[in-house]
């Protein structure tokens, strides 16, 4: 038999992360901002900004106390957005913390991703097909590998050995020409 079987094929390239607290604070941001609402949240952001200092600038002028309120509200507002984006991420880590503990290790051959966790969010082995992407994030601080599926799997760059990552980066333009997006 001249083919050779997959599973016989030696990895591509080797990842053994740990998901800590900064990988969870780093993926809910990119949840919040970049995948899901991303345009949504510049306007809301901007509109809040800008009925504050417009709300600000009336009180300022017409000297009236009952307009403080209307700036207010929008720090009320911001300050929730901001806590959402900063605090809650912490505290729901620390909450779960247990689930995320352990290593995962991730395998990417030409044709696919073989991953083994040792923790309860990927326990067990799992193998993904590239086809079952949709996209590849490449951030500052971690790979996020958007599943067709609507699931992402998040791979830091902090543990990728230096050697390793210009091959990562060639084996995810080959496989996702248009959709591996750099943030």
Do not use: C
Not at 7 to 13: G, L, M, S, V
Not at 54 to 70: G, N, P
Not at 82 to 96: A, E, H, V, W
């Amino acid at each position: 038999m001249d083919s050779q079987d997959n599973t016989d094929q030696e990895a591509y390239i080797e990842v053994v992360m740990q998901y800590d607290e900064e990988t969870h604070v780093n993926f809910i941001r990119f949840i919040l901002i970049r995948v899901k609402k991303r345009n949504a949240y510049i306007i809301y952001m901007g509109t809040i900004g800008f009925f504050f200092l417009l709300s600000t600038a009336q009180a300022i002028w017409e000297r009236d106390a009952t307009k403080v309120l209307h700036p207010v509200i929008f720090v009320i507002m911001f300050i929730y957005f901001l806590y959402r984006g900063t605090i809650m991420p912490r505290k729901s880590y620390r909450r779960s913390k247990s689930l995320y503990e352990g290593e995962t290790v991730y395998r990417f051959f030409p044709d696919r991703i073989e991953t083994i966790g040792e923790n309860a969010v990927t326990a067990g082995a799992s193998t993904l097909k590239y086809t079952a992407l949709d996209r590849v994030y490449k951030t500052r601080e971690a790979y996020y590998l958007q599943l067709i599926s609507k699931g992402i799997r998040v791979v830091k760059r902090t543990d990728i050995s230096s050697g390793q990552e210009a091959r990562l980066d060639e084996l995810f333009r080959k496989n996702f020409e248009k959709t591996f997006i750099l943030l």
